[in-house]
């Protein structure tokens, strides 16, 4: 058998053996602590029983290089959490491409399961198959719920889509558009207030106005906690809150989570008079739900934190499950009185009636719809049964007679 030591396919690509095997050996520019660097790659052929010379193994070499990207770049070989922690998150932060909220939870499912298990895959190597092995895995070891698998997958999709805008992931779709999300381990469980628990809370922290004020607008208006705190006096006029801003963290935003979410939210009499108690004559356009800091707005974590839970601890009311409970909560108590879906959309200011259906109402009790076409039923089957069956409450054609006898 031939001996070559090395044999060039073109500049700085070579096919050599090691040992039992034909071996490819070629460069990539890669970008390591901000330097950009040629990087030798390494790629078994076959082996060397097989072929008889380095030419004989040229074909696979051609082979395994045309599957690679056109354009190996020192962005297209970056791995997928350099490109999210360092290009896609910076991108949605200046572009304000996302509510501050949605960023907030994109770098939690990062930094908790992402960044570890996408440090060693580069974005030129990234197709479906290493997504779904990916999500696969992810379910395997944590055992989150379908869900939040399902967060995952459409986190990962903004992401990607963005780095095929900058050219980064050269791929003919987005690779994890295809994938299937795992099975999961059950839902995870979401909170719903009642309202005999929010009349509770409410009772419990009588002697902190401000905290109860919170609380009851939360409760009867559904409005999400950026909203609640970008609220001021201005917004509140003729009866409604008009929802025209957000604030997170400390930033005021002049714009809602989505468009839908800028309508006006009707204000109950009860409620009106709690929030002009809560006013106490000041006529300052400042926030509804001021923090301790002048101009800054309620810092409602804290205000969970050292005043409510605290609170309801020590009158033993046990349902405190955060602030988005009372946003379920105003679709589910709606949804029990009888209205119907599309209005309690409109109240949550949601853009597609589906998100109300399927994350927000909660369905404790059989809607009334179920209730009435069973109740119809009931009454078909009573007008075909016979007297003494009516009597009996269901047919006595068949089982037993208290004698042990059939009947």
């Not at 073109?10 to 330097?35: A, C, D, Q, S, T």
């Not at 979401?190 to 939360?218: C, F, G, H, N, R």
Request: one cysteine or more; proline letters at 4%; aromatic letters at 8%.
């Amino acid at each position: 058998m031939q001996k070559e030591k090395h044999f060039t396919v073109k500049p700085g690509v070579y096919i050599y053996l090691r040992g039992n095997y034909w071996m490819l050996r070629y460069r990539i520019p890669v970008e390591e602590k901000g330097i950009r660097k040629l990087k030798d790659q390494y790629k078994r052929l076959a082996a060397r029983s097989e072929y008889a010379s380095a030419r004989s193994v040229e074909h696979l070499a051609e082979r395994h290089l045309s599957s690679l990207p056109d354009k190996l770049t020192t962005t297209t070989t970056q791995s997928v959490a350099n490109f999210i922690e360092h290009t896609y998150f910076p991108h949605v932060e200046k572009e304000e491409t996302l509510a501050p909220s949605t960023i907030f939870g994109y770098k939690h499912i990062f930094t908790k399961h992402l960044k570890e298990r996408l440090a060693s895959i580069r974005l030129c190597d990234f197709r479906t198959a290493t997504g779904q092995a990916l999500l696969n895995r992810i379910a395997q070891e944590t055992k989150l719920s379908h869900t939040s698998l399902k967060h995952i997958k459409w986190f990962l999709v903004a992401a990607l889509n963005y780095a095929k805008q900058v050219d980064a992931l050269q791929t003919d779709g987005n690779p994890m558009e295809y994938t299937e999300v795992p099975k999961g381990f059950g839902t995870e469980p979401t909170k719903a207030y009642k309202l005999k628990e929010i009349s509770a809370m409410i009772a419990a922290l009588e002697d902190e106005p401000v905290a109860s004020a919170v609380i009851a607008t939360a409760a009867f208006t559904g409005l999400r906690r950026s909203e609640l705190r970008g609220l001021r006096w201005s917004d509140f006029r003729d009866g409604q809150l008009f929802i025209t801003r957000t604030v997170w963290n400390t930033t005021e935003r002049d714009k809602t989570k989505t468009v839908d979410s800028a309508a006006p939210v009707p204000v109950l009499k009860f409620l009106a008079k709690l929030l002009e108690a809560h006013r106490d004559g000041i006529t300052a356009n400042g926030y509804i739900f001021a923090g301790p800091k002048a101009g800054r707005p309620l810092n409602l974590a804290n205000l969970a934190r050292r005043v409510i839970v605290p609170k309801l601890i020590e009158a033993g009311v046990q349902c405190w499950s955060g602030w988005h409970g009372f946003r379920r909560g105003l679709a589910t108590n709606l949804y029990e009185l009888g209205e119907d879906e599309a209005t309690i959309q409109a109240i949550l200011r949601h853009a597609d009636v589906k998100t109300t259906r399927r994350h927000y109402i909660k369905k404790n009790v059989v809607p009334k719809e179920s209730k009435t076409a069973m109740n119809r039923l009931g009454k078909v089957f009573k007008k075909l049964q016979k007297p003494n069956q009516r009597r009996s409450g269901l047919g006595t054609n068949v089982g037993t007679s208290r004698k042990g006898r059939s009947t």
